[in-house]
């Protein structure tokens, strides 16, 4: 095994970086709260393509942005840490591998009928618990998260990365349905994002 540590600022075609500065420090929670300045920082960049004017200097941030939900991020952010899913899912394969397989022999059967059962959810829960971890109280969001991901790393372990990508990334996805609604409302949604970043200029 190999690790490639990179110290370069990478910038895009136009010019802009890509990450925001250091401006408190090496402090990993001071850089990510860092709020981008009122006022557009110089350089200025022409872009390649269309010639607008892009300004570099505080990183880039979206032109839309979807508020995630932190609870449910921090639960499974902590299941993460203590290493429990792999244990878990190795545990709940080896009993049920056979059964899945024969039910779900391809991908699409699975993504359209398998729900995650309540024992295995709960299974989940109480190895979360044993290490520490407690989930939120009568959270639904944090519930349905929670087996979203179950789901996702279970498909990744039946079939490849390309099923957990899917399952993650599902249509009823936060980002994806923004992303899809602004593109079906462009002229209501999408050209006033692009008439506000002209009036900046």
Known sequence: SALRLVVARYHTPSGREIQRPYVKGGDRTAYR??????TIPSPAYRTLRT?????????IAPDVCVIQDTVQ???????????IFPEFMQRY?????????????????????FEVPDEMYEELIGLGLEQGVTPPAEDSDVEAGTRRLLKALL??????REALLRILHARDDADFIRALNL?????????PLLEAQHERQ
């Open 155 to 160: 498909a990744e372990r039946l079939f490849d």
């Open 33 to 38: 709260t860092h709020p981008l300045p009122d």
């Open 93 to 113: 394969l080896d009993r049920n591998r056979t059964a899945l397989e024969r039910d779900y022999p391809e991908f699409a059967s699975f993504e359209e009928r």
């Open 183 to 191: 593109l079906k409302n462009w002229e209501a949604e999408g050209l």
């Open 51 to 59: 010639g607008r004017t892009v300004y570099g200097g505080g990183g």
């Open 73 to 83: 991020a921090s639960y499974l952010n902590a299941l993460l840490r203590k290493n």
